[in-house]
C-alpha cells in the first residue's frame, strides 16, 4: 500500500547535551496536550497519519518512546510486543470495534508487513525506521453491523483512501456517487450562496479526477440535502461494499503455465485475476489446506459432487517472503471470517491467527454499553440549515430514477452502481417502452410516468409521479407529502427519491359570459 510521506525518521543517539533533552521535554508536552480529534483530523487527510518513530531511549533502562503523530507512548520493557502498541492506539481514539484493524510497516524489502501482536515489536521491526501505519485488515462484507459510528467513520476514511489511490476502482458513475456522499458527510447541505468549488477542491475522489466528475458530484450533493453525516458514510459503505474490487488484497503471482495473475484475498476467499478479469474463485468451505514452500503456494481443494478426489492448485510467486506473506494472508482471513475457529494445517510453522473472530468480534459489539463516542469531523467546515433547525427549500415533482451500469468485459471493476440523477437536462437517449398510469380520488390526481431508455450503454428506469392537490379540502401537505414519499419507497424498495419539488399555485376560474 502507498503511503504519504511523514517526515524524517529520528535515529537512536548514545547521548543528547541539557539543551537537546529540555527541547525534547518540550516537545513531548506538546504532543500530550493534543487530544484525539488531532489525531482524527490527520486520518481524515489521508488515513495513513499513524507514523510511529523510533526516538531516543536507552535500552538499559528498558523504557523505548515511540511517537505515534500526536500520540507519545513510553514502552515499559524493551520486550513490548505488538499488541500493546495497537491498544494504545485503539485507545487513545476511543475504538472499541478495533478487531477490523491493524498496524502495518514495510520491511527491508519494501514489502508490507503487518505487526504481529503476539511478537516482540523490536524482533519484528529490523532497522530503526519504526514506522507504522493503522489501516483496516478486515473489510466488513456488510458495515452496517457495524455498532459504532466511530468505525463506520473509519472505514469510511480508509475506503475514500482506497477508492482516491486506484486500489478500489470503480466506475465514473460510482466515483460521483461516492465523492456526493463525501461532501454530504464533510461539508452537510449544499448552500446556494456557497461556492461551487467548496469541498472539491479539499478532496480528492478519484485517481483520474475531472471537471465533468467534479460537476456530476456537486450535482448529485445537491439532491442529498437533510442527510446527516452518519447516513451518509452508512450510504457511502452500502455502495462501496458492492464494488467487485472491496476488501480484495492482491497479490502477483503466475499460475502453472507461467502467466502472470493476480491472486486476491478477501471475506469470501481466494479470487484469480488475469488480465483484470477474475476468472476464479475458491470459497474459504472449498479449500482444505492451504501451504507454501519456497516461492510456490498450494492450496487443496476439496471435491466436487462429481468428483472423487482432492486436487491440488500451485502457483509460483516473487520470492519466498511473497509466499510466506500471502500464506499468513490466507490464513488470518479464513480464520476471521469462519464462522468458528477453524485453521488449516499449518505444519511446522509457529504462525496462528491469535485474533477473534467476525463472528465473536460482532458478539462483542453487540454488549457494548456506553454513549456514542464524540469525535469531531475535522473537515467539515459549517454546520448545514437544514440539521440545525433552520429553514430548508421544500420543493415538488417527485422522482425515482435506477440506473444500472452494464459492466464492460474488459473492465470487472465497474460494478453495478445506482446513479442519483436528479436533472432532466441529460442527453437524450432511446427509449424503450414508456407507460402513463392516472389515478383520481376527492381531492388530488396521480399521475404516473414510468419510462425505460438507454443511454451511452446504461439502462435508466425513471419513474416520476405527479401528485396535484385540488379543491378546497382540508389537507395536511407536510402530511401527505411525507406519505406519498413512503408509498414510492415501498412500491420500489430497490430505487432511490432523487426529488422532491413542490409547487404551490392558486388558479383562478374565468368567469363565463
Known sequence: MTTAPIGPMEECVAVETDEEREERNSATDVMKAMNRNALIEDLNRNFVAMAITKSHFN???????????????????????????????????NLMEKDYFGLFYMDNHAQTCWLDPTKDIKRQIRNNNWQFVFNVKFYPPDPSLLTEDITRYLLCLQLREDVASGRLPCSFVTHALLGSYTLQAEFGDHEPDQPRTLGLGQLTFAPNQNKDMEEKILELHKSLRGMTPAQADAQFLENAKKLSMYGVDLHHAKDSEGVDIMLGVCANGLLVYKDRLRINRFAWPKILKI??????????????????????????????RCAKRLWKVCVENHSFFSPTKARFLTLGSKFRYSGRTQAQTRTASSLIDRPAPNFQRTSSKRISRSLDGGNTHTHLDRGLSD?????????????????????????????????????????????????????????????E??????????????????????????QHPDMSVTRVVVHKETELAEEED
Open 465 to 490: 409521479k405527479r401528485i396535484v392537490i385540488t379543491g378546497d379540502c382540508d389537507i395536511d401537505h407536510d402530511q401527505a407529502l411525507a406519505q406519498a414519499i413512503k408509498e414510492a419507497k415501498e
Open 59 to 93: 535500552w538499559k533502562k528498558k523504557r523505548p518512546n515511540i511517537n505515534l503523530c500526536c500520540l507519545n507512548l513510553s514502552f515499559p520493557q524493551k520486550r513490548a510486543k505488538g499488541q500493546f502498541l495497537f491498544f494504545k492506539v485503539c485507545e487513545h481514539l
Open 403 to 463: 440506473i444500472s451500469e452494464d459492466d464492460d468485459l474488459g473492465d470487472p471493476a465497474s460494478p453495478r452502481a445506482p446513479w442519483l440523477d436528479g436533472n432532466g437536462d441529460s442527453e437524450p437517449g432511446v427509449l424503450m417502452t414508456a407507460q402513463t398510469i392516472t389515478s383520481e380520488s376527492l381531492c388530488t390526481t396521480t399521475t404516473t410516468h414510468i419510462t425505460k431508455t438507454l443511454k451511452g450503454g446504461l439502462s435508466e428506469t425513471r419513474i
Open 291 to 320: 501451504s507454501y514452500k519456497r516461492n510456490n503456494f498450494y492450496i487443496k481443494i476439496r471435491p466436487g459432487e462429481t468428483e472423487q478426489f482432492e486436487s491440488t492448485v500451485g502457483f509460483k510467486l516473487q520470492n519466498h
